[in-house]
Each structure stands twice: as C-alpha cells, then as structure tokens.
C-alpha cells in the first residue's frame, strides 16, 4: 500500500515537470503528460514516432473537471452516467477558453475525453490540477501495450517513469463515440455498442472504414506485430505460431492460447501480450484460429485484421 502511495508521488512529480510517463489503464497503458502544456504534450508525439496530425485522447477524474475544457450535452451526459468511469472515449467541442493545448487536437476543435477506471490512476488524476493526454503506450502502429514491462519494451529508458498497475484488466482499446452532430462509433472497443444503443435509445452509425483516416486506429497498418498474420486459418504449418481460442490436442508446441475455453474476455486480455510473446520468438508468420465475432469478439476481430495488413 505504502508504495503505491510513493509510487503515485513519483509519478505525480515527473508530470508536474512536463515529463512524459507510462500509466496504467483498465484497457491499455498510455503515455501520459500534462495536457495544457505545449511542450510535455510534444514529447508524447516524439516518443511514439506519431504524426502531429493524429489527436490524442485527454483523461480526466470526472465531469466536474472536464466541464472547465468541453461543451457538454445530453447524449454525453447519459451515457457518461452509465459507463463513466470504464472503457468509452467520447469526442466533444472544446470550449473556447479551454486550456488545452493546440498540439492535443492539432488545432481542431474537438476534443477525444476519457474517464479511465483504473484504481491507481484515479488516484493519480485526484493529486492533479490537469488532465493528461495519453495516446496508448507504444510506438505508432506498433502493438499497445498492457503492462508495465511492455512500456519498457517499446520506449527503454526513453520514459523516465512508469507507474505500474499490473496487467490491464480489459485488453483492448476504448470504445470511441463523436457525440459532435449525430452520435457515432468512430472505434470499436472495451465497452460493447448494443450497450450504448440501448442508453440512447437508437441505432448508432459505426464508421470504422479502415481507409478513411480520421483516427490512426483506422488506419490500414496498425497494431502490428512486426510478421504476417492470417485470420480464420483451422490448421498452421509448423514455422508458423498458431494462436488458438480453445483447448484441441496438438502434436506440435508452436500453438499459443488467446483462451482455452473460448471466453472471449479473456481472450481480449490475453490478446496484445500473446501478440508480442509471438514477435519476440523466431516464427516467419501468425495465424489465427475462427474467432467468434460477438461481443468483444467483434474488437479482436477489428484489431487482427488491422494487425494483418502488415
Ligand atoms: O483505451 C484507450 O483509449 C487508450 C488508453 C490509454 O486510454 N488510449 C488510446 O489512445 O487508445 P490512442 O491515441 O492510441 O488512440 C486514440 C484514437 C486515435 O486513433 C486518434 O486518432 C483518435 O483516438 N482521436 C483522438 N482525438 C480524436 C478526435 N478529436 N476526433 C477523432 N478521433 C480522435
Ligand atoms: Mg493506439
């Protein structure tokens, strides 16, 4: 307990000399830094190797803090009920005496808020008086990252701070709605969308085309694990890792398990590290067994095929 406590001070310390540090969420890790001011938030653009023109995502504790940067409305405030604190990213008008800095949105004027559910990093977000941007922790279209050792693999001694908070709960990335005009998915993630649709009451658009570039987690190459990677495959020759969602006998030891009883929640949480033990072995390619495509399915499903187009 005692060095949790000092840990968040160390933390705390780093940001509030605008470093940029690796912090635990119940989805992935990010790259956090203070989010009103110019400077920290370059280093998170040059640490990851990300193009100034991709925004990045503000946490903050709750609404009360939020409402001195964003335009709040209805559909926000339902569903920030509901599912705030916890896996859902929400895209707002910025106010116009908002603090935050230019190179968050890239001078756009909307702006991507979570409230993240970690523990640790609430406990974090209380001891600030700023939000911080954080883009998931690792270099630009490479694997996210969802412990501590992993931060350390993308960014070495590069970071001067990661506050450890085990292994992400969730797995996968937040769920991302622009609530601007009509409300719209823009990313699958942690929180499933029929749970939203039945908060607002409707239908919602999803516009995840991986050819329209609005968000780098629609871009064509991302989440890559560095090797080819083939979905839907039944059998895998034997240089090839062969990841699998539940327990079949095998003969040959180059088999990896997302889940051995086909639980997709589990499978969303084992799924970037088994990603990475793969890239850090000798295998040529990857491929993947029939993963459902429900629930969280759905979001292994988006990310392998993105991770495919290698
Ligand atoms: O779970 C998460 O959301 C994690 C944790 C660390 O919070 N963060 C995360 O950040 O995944 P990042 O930067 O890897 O992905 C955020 C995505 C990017 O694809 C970015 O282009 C998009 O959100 N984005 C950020 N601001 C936006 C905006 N104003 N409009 C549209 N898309 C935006
Ligand atoms: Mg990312």
Do not use: W
């Not at 790259?31 to 190797?49: G, H, P, Q, T």
């Not at 800095?101 to 209380?126: D, G, Q």
């Not at 516009?207 to 495959?233: E, F, R, T």
């Amino acid at each position: 307990m005692k060095s949790i406590q000092s840990n968040i001070k160390k933390a705390e310390n780093y940001l509030n000399k605008n470093y940029c540090i690796g912090i635990p969420t119940e989805t992935v890790y990010g790259l956090a830094a203070n989010a009103y001011i110019d400077s920290a938030v370059n280093k998170i653009f040059r640490l990851k190797r990300r193009p100034k023109k991709n925004p990045l995502i503000v946490h903050y504790l709750d609404m009360n803090a939020l409402k001195k940067d964003c335009i709040i409305n209805e559909s926000f405030i339902k569903l920030y009920k509901k599912f705030s604190p916890g896996p859902i990213t929400y895209i707002l008008r910025l106010k116009k005496n908002s603090k935050i800095s230019k190179n968050v949105t890239n001078n756009k004027n909307n702006l991507a808020v979570r409230f993240p559910k970690h523990k640790t990093f609430r406990r974090l977000l209380k001891k600030l008086d700023y939000p911080l941007a954080a883009p998931s922790a690792n270099i630009s279209t490479r694997l996210s990252a969802v412990q501590a050792s992993d931060v350390k693999e993308e960014f070495g001694s590069k970071v001067k701070y990661i506050l450890d908070g085990g292994k992400c709960n969730i797995g996968v990335e937040s769920t991302i709605i622009d609530l601007i005009k009509k409300p719209k998915i823009l990313r699958l993630g942690g929180l499933n969308i029929t749970k939203i649709e039945k908060v607002l009451q409707k239908k919602i658009n999803i516009d995840i085309n991986p050819k329209k570039k609005i968000a780098s987690g629609q871009s064509p190459l991302h989440y890559s694990p560095g090797i080819p990677l083939k979905m839907n495959v039944k059998k895998a020759k034997k240089d090839e890792a062969f990841i699998l969602i539940k327990k079949r006998k095998m003969t040959s030891k180059n088999y990896f398990y997302l889940s051995k009883k086909n639980n997709l929640n589990e499978a969303a949480r084992n799924l970037y590290s088994c990603l990475r033990k793969i890239k850090n072995k000798q295998y040529k390619s990857i491929v993947v067994e029939k993963i459902s495509n429900k629930g969280i399915g759905k979001v292994i499903n988006d990310r392998l095929l993105r991770a495919s187009r290698f």
